[in-house]
């Protein structure tokens, strides 16, 4: 579902990625893991079309971000690190504009929002203005956002950041299901070892390079360490 071959990015003399490439399939949780400056936001900006790569080539279900933008980008769905959420309008309205900004026919919009709000337990809250939200069910909003064209791959840059347990719970409980009931490839961003030892697959980045890629297990391996903890600390601090 997403290819990624000798992706570079730099500013100015500064590489932020240093020819990365990756191959993700569908019906796959990929964690990216890595620490701060590892290049993960400069990624899926790239990855979403915010910047362009300076060199190597990106294609998500099959079509080029270089060459096809419009056909690549519609089968992506992003939750960014910060919230992008109009505060000051309902969650339904700030659903139903992205449901338009994607040509969902009306009945199909609210019948996707009904459905996903519902099953995130946000649906009692929908005619709700988005600041009077709890962060954490902002970010289940923002996920039900992502999700209304039914994208291919997802990305989810840091997005439990500041969350409460619970919350970080349910949001990675949601993206599992999507994941095991549609074939939806996810590419979930994070700097925290826990949420990345329950992935089916852990990439881990380095001052924009590939470090290690595999199952928990086998990073772990070739990390050198007994734990994934141990060794991504030893690795890539």
């Known amino acids: 579902m997403l290819r990624i071959d000798g992706l570079t990015k730099r500013y100015g003399e500064r590489p932020a990625l240093k020819a990365l490439s990756l191959s993700l399939p569908a019906g796959q949780f990929v964690a990216l893991l890595g620490p701060n400056g590892a290049g993960k936001s400069t990624l899926f900006q790239v990855l979403t079309g915010l910047f362009a790569a300076d060199e190597g080539e990106v294609e998500v279900a099959g079509h080029s971000l270089r060459h096809a933008p419009t056909k690549a980008l519609r089968h992506i769905g992003v939750v960014f690190q910060q919230i992008s959420l109009d505060l000051d309008l309902s969650i339904l ?32 809250d929908l005619n709700r203005k988005v600041r009077e939200l709890s962060g954490g069910n902002r970010r289940k909003v923002e996920l039900v956002r992502a999700n209304l064209h039914r994208p291919a791959v997802l990305l989810m840059d ?36 826990e949420e990345a030892e329950s992935a089916d697959r852990v990439v881990v980045l380095h001052k924009g390079s590939l470090l290690a890629d595999g199952s928990p297990y086998e990073v772990t391996r070739a990390l050198g360490e007994t734990t994934l903890e141990a060794g991504f600390i030893k690795r890539a601090s």
């Open 93 to 124: 309205r700030n659903l139903l504009f992205q449901a338009d900004l994607h040509g969902l026919p009306r009945a199909l919009a609210h019948q996707r929002i009904r459905t996903d709000c519902a099953r995130l337990g946000v649906d009692a």
């Open 158 to 193: 840091e997005a439990t950041v500041g969350l409460d347990p619970k919350s970080r719970q349910d949001l990675l409980a949601a993206l599992r299901a999507d994941v095991r009931e549609r074939g939806v490839c996810v590419l979930w961003a994070t700097h925290w070892v």
